[in-house]
């Protein structure tokens, strides 16, 4: 598929049908691997001069924001796919790539009758894409608020001893809870635990003789238990934190543990869930976005060549996608077509030294209208 189009209009001095006759023959004879599609535009409501040069201001910036919404909708699928591990699949709309949708581009008459004015046409399409636009907000930050929420938790079973999340590792028999005993939890740096087993006794009294045991080890902490009496509790934790011991604070408690591990579940489905969802609903969305931002090229094809070459609309509109290395050689031919005398006043700023901004804001002036699409 190829990613990057011209859409151009020429003016027709003749017949429609002869031009683009003698467009085919010239690309064919100098240009033969460049794609070239017949589009058709329909005959849209002029309205007034004014009205037309009013809008050709906003028909740029408009453009801009309908191919960017359909680009973040992009994105968000090529991401959505990544993190499923699915193979990307190939864009449609309506079941054909949307390559093809472009070069066999057909008016969708029900959808925005060509009665209606030039400025209504385009501020409905501006109006139904920023009402994605805000739908695709929402979705995405629901989205990411449970991937937060699953991070979270993961950073917290998968950090060093000193901070992550314990109670998955203590089972109940590690704890001894009574009248008079108690158990506390003590992350031991890997390289103090010689010095651990050899002092834990001794940093205070009423400890339980070899009632230490190492629960868990990572990278660079080991977790021990140890068992004394309540009432010496206090008096341990401020000599383990003097010698580099960190006591970490932990009440055991199967209810709690089972809710956070349901919570987890829970917070896995709905993830998936909504990632299911959200892939969904940005393939169709991109349809639509996609269905509406090629509308609006036909408008902007329309309106400028008008502008460019006067009533009654006479231009022939087509799609081609030119290699780089012939873009020269095309950019030439249609020049040729154009039939007008004073066409080194459109040249580009490389051929004559200066340039005219083109009409639509285009960088490169032609005696054509032309603009580019970027599927990519």
């Not at 070239?36 to 007034?48: A, F, I, K, S, W």
């Amino acid at each position: 598929m190829a990613s990057r189009y011209w859409m151009v209009s020429l003016p027709v001095q003749g017949s429609a049908s002869s031009l683009w006759n003698r467009l085919q023959e010239q690309i064919s004879k100098h240009s033969f691997d460049t794609p070239l599609y017949r589009l058709n535009v329909p005959n849209l409501r002029v309205g007034t001069l004014d009205s037309l040069l009013s809008l050709s201001d906003d028909l740029l910036k408009s453009n801009s924001f309908v191919e960017g919404v359909s680009q973040k909708i992009k994105r968000q699928i090529e991401e959505l796919e990544k993190v499923s591990g699915v193979e990307s699949n190939v864009l449609t709309v309506d079941g054909v790539p949307i390559d093809s949708y472009l070069t066999r581009f057909v008016w969708d008459e029900a959808k925005y009758p060509t009665i209606s004015p030039l400025r209504d046409i385009v501020d409905n399409i501006h109006s139904q894409v920023a009402k994605t636009e805000d739908d695709l907000k929402i979705r995405v930050a629901e989205y990411n608020n449970v991937r937060s929420q699953l991070n979270a938790i993961n950073r917290k079973q998968s950090g060093s001893l000193a901070v992550r999340d314990i109670s998955n590792l203590v089972k109940p028999e590690d704890i001894i809870i009574s009248e008079h005993l108690t158990t506390l939890l003590v992350v031991v740096p890997k390289y103090s635990q010689k010095e651990w087993l050899s002092s834990y006794e001794t940093l205070t009294s009423y400890v339980v003789p070899r009632s230490s045991k190492k629960l868990y080890e990572d990278n660079e902490y080991a977790l021990y238990s140890v068992t004394l009496f309540n009432r010496v509790a206090d008096n341990f934790k401020t000599s383990a934190r003097e010698k580099g011991f960190q006591i970490r604070e932990f009440e055991y408690s199967p209810e709690a543990q089972e809710s956070r591990k349901q919570e987890l579940e829970k917070l896995v489905q709905d993830q998936e869930s909504l990632r299911s969802s959200l892939l969904q609903w940005s393939y169709a969305s991109y349809a639509e976005v996609f269905i509406s931002w090629m509308h609006f090229c036909a408008v902007r094809v329309f309106a400028e060549s008008i502008l460019r070459y006067g009533l009654p609309p006479s231009f022939l509109a087509s799609v081609l996608s030119p290699s780089v290395k012939s873009e020269k050689k095309v950019r030439s031919i249609l020049e040729g077509l154009c039939d007008s005398a004073n066409s080194t006043y459109w040249k580009t700023e490389d051929e004559v030294g200066g340039a005219m901004a083109g009409l639509g804001g285009d960088s490169d002036a032609h005696p054509y209208v032309s603009f580019t699409i970027n599927l990519a």
